[in-house]
């Protein structure tokens, strides 16, 4: 059985700088008051440090069905991936990642799952699964290292 790594709050697993992580940076990510852009910058910096942190990194809320259904997905697949349970991570930083992933998919999408391969942006379950379906999500896997078969 594979195994699926769980991030705690507070803990990374990145080495590299940010690199993966395109377009929306100067978005305003959404929340009650709207941060400065220097903050922005810091969330949108960190999410890709955690997504360059491994090859498949998922981007989750522990109670969300589709979630669940895209980390079963990648794990009968034979990739492990690093999965941020977004709802467990202390404080608001859970809340402040996900806007920013928000602004980085297309309008319409729900805000998780959010899945990165190889440091770059996958997409949600919908690109997800249209990638399985259409044969690219093995190579795309395979390329970032996270399959070696």
């Known amino acids: 059985m594979m195994r699926m790594e769980v991030v705690a709050a507070g803990e990374s697993n990145s080495t590299t700088g940010s690199g993966g992580v395109v377009g929306g940076v100067d978005a305003a990510v959404s929340s009650s008051s709207p941060p400065s852009e220097a903050a922005a910058m810091a969330v949108y910096e960190r999410v890709a440090r955690m997504a360059s942190g491994n090859a498949v990194?998922?981007?989750?809320?522990?109670?969300?069905?589709?979630?669940?259904?895209?980390?079963?997905?990648?794990?009968?697949?034979?990739?492990?991936?690093?999965?941020?349970?977004?709802?467990?991570?202390?404080?608001?930083?859970?809340?402040?990642?996900?806007?920013?992933?928000?602004?980085?998919?297309p309008p319409g999408q729900p805000p998780v799952p959010v899945v990165f391969v190889g440091g770059r942006l996958l997409g949600g379950v919908e690109k997800v699964m249209a990638c399985h379906i259409n044969g690219t999500l093995v190579p795309l896997l395979k390329q970032a290292g996270a399959l070696w078969l």
């Open 57 to 105: 990194v998922v981007f989750s809320a522990s109670g969300c069905c589709m979630c669940h259904v895209v980390k079963r997905l990648l794990l009968g697949l034979g990739v492990g991936p690093t999965v941020y349970e977004l709802d467990q991570l202390s404080g608001a930083g859970g809340r402040e990642i996900q806007a920013a992933l928000a602004q980085l998919l």
